[in-house]
Structures are given as structure tokens and as C-alpha cells.
């Protein structure tokens, strides 16, 4: 499939949501609501949980399944309440010494005018510099879409795996194309611009892991994810908080390339 292909496919009705993922991996659960600021959003779930009695705090961006549910959910664009919901559970599972779990699938924060009233910038650029600095595990699971810095503020991780068709980008390719070509019908060609699919971010070092999506048999997918996770984390828990802090700084150094005391660094990053 076409990168824009695959695009398309994670916006198909039917796919499987960031509740369904929760259902499926984490057992045990306890949801958790509201942000202590401003108010609840529906499209981040939140709670604590076990992965094979393991206890955990899990994060989801829950697109809905119908036109209610949807509404509901702004279609998978979280407000600021709902990126500060997200921080203040992540703060707690630091304190308790939980891993945090995320499930991703937006195409980006909620753009209303009321959503930039209430700080969406500074909650996001909030969630990403703290997640750099979380004293516990993270590990967060592209499912869907993975767009601009709505999915950034719950990638900044140790881990980050993506599902075989999920998509990964710092602008959807019709915002892309319409701000390159002022067309955004060049969409597609904007999606094979930005390479976008989870191949493309495992050869960039960006995602670790890719998961083969089963969804006739979703019990066997969420086995796969599950035993994915339990091994990460197991590993991850194993290292003191210096050094886990420390490989996750080198890890997101890493990315791009940039010129230290006269000598190159980093990988190769997308370019149009």
C-alpha cells in the first residue's frame, strides 16, 4: 500500500479505538476523570490498571465509533483539559513508580478558538518536556494516526511502537499540501513526501517496534502488544532513574542531523 493508502486506512470506520486497545491489554481498570483546572475531555481516556498484574497508568486518545461517540470525543482532538488530565496522570504514576502506557490515534489537538483561549500550545509543549522527564517507564503505541504535536505530547517516550498501518507526521498531508501547493487535493503526493508510515519511522529510529495488525483476530493482536509491553517494561524497570533518564534524552537527540564542535551528528530526518 501507498503511504496514503495506509493514511486512509486508519481513518476507516471500524478500526479499532483507543478503548478497544484498553479492553484488550489492560485488565483490572480504574478510569480516572478531569484535569483538577478546567473540566473533563472525552478524548483522552485515562486510569490505572495491571498488564498481567503488573500495575500500570494508561493514557488513550479515543476517536469514538459512531457520530455520537465522535462528537463527543472532538474525532480524536484533545483539548488542553484533556493533555493536562494526561500530565496530572502520568505525575502520578511517577510518584508511585507505575509505567505509563499511551495509546495514540489523532490527527492533531483540537483547533477551536476555545481550545487556544485555555493554553492548547503551552499544554502540549507542557506534556512533551515533562514526559522527557518522567522518572518512570513510558512506552506509547501508535494505533491509528499519529499527527502534528497532539500526538507528540504522548510520544515523547522510551518506547514508541506503532501498529503496521498506523502513520506518524509533524502535519497531515492536507494541511502539507495545501500549505505547499496551496491544493490539498495533492494530498497523496504529500503523504509519499513526508514518509509517514511506521516503516518509515523504524529506519528513522523514531519507533522501535511495528505490530502486525490481525483486527479478525484483535484478541491475538492485543496478546502481541501485551507480551511487547510486558517485556519493555520489565527491561525498563530494571535501570536506575539516572540512567533511564539519560538513555531517553539520547534517544530523542538522536533524531534529525546537527553540527556539534564541527562533527556531525544524528540520523537522517524526512524531507520534501
Known amino acids: 500500500m501507498t503511504p496514503y493508502e495506509k493514511l486512509k486506512l486508519t481513518r476507516q470506520n471500524g478500526r479499532p479505538t483507543g478503548v478497544a486497545f484498553i479492553n484488550g491489554i489492560i485488565d483490572d ?6 484535569d483538577r483546572r478546567y473540566a473533563e475531555d472525552a478524548a483522552i481516556i485515562s486510569g490505572i490498571g495491571s498488564l498481567d498484574g503488573m500495575p500500570v497508568t494508561y493514557i488513550a486518545i479515543e476517536k469514538g465509533v459512531d457520530l455520537a461517540t465522535r462528537m463527543k470525543t472532538n474525532f480524536g482532538c484533545p483539548k488542553p483539559e484533556g493533555y493536562r488530565k494526561a500530565l496530572r496522570l502520568m505525575k502520578q504514576a511517577e510518584k508511585f513508580g507505575r509505567p505509563v502506557v499511551c495509546f495514540v ?20 509543549a507542557e506534556n512533551i518536556i515533562e514526559m522527557l522527564g518522567l522518572k518512570t517507564p513510558t512506552i506509547s503505541v501508535v494505533i491509528g494516526e499519529g499527527g502534528s504535536g497532539g500526538a507528540l505530547a504522548l510520544c515523547s517516550s522510551d518506547r514508541v511502537y506503532m501498529m503496521e498501518n498506523a502513520v506518524y507526521s509533524v502535519i497531515s498531508p492536507e494541511g502539507c499540501a495545501s500549505i505547499l501547493w496551496k491544493d490539498a487535493s495533492r494530498a497523496e503526493d504529500a503523504a509519499q513526501c513526508l514518509r509517514i508510515t511506521a516503516d518509515d519511522m523504524k529506519n528513522f529510529g523514531v519507533a522501535e517496534t511495528i505490530i502486525p495488525e490481525n483486527y479478525e483476530d484483535f484478541a491475538a493482536t492485543c496478546a502481541v ?5 510486558k517485556d519493555d517494561l520489565n527491561e525498563l524497570l530494571k535501570k536506575d532513574t539516572d540512567t533511564l ?23 537522517v530526518a524526512y524531507a520534501l
Open 29 to 34: 481498570r480504574i478510569e480516572l476523570h478531569g
Open 105 to 124: 490515534d489523532t490527527s492533531g489537538a483540537y483547533p477551536g478558538a476555545e481550545a487556544e483561549e485555555r493554553g492548547q500550545g503551552e499544554a502540549i
Open 225 to 229: 502488544i501485551k507480551q511487547n509491553l
Open 245 to 267: 533518564l539519560e538513555e531517553r534524552y539520547l534517544r530523542f537527540r538522536k533524531f534529525g542531523i546537527y553540527e556539534e564542535n564541527g562533527e556531525t551528528h544524528g540520523t
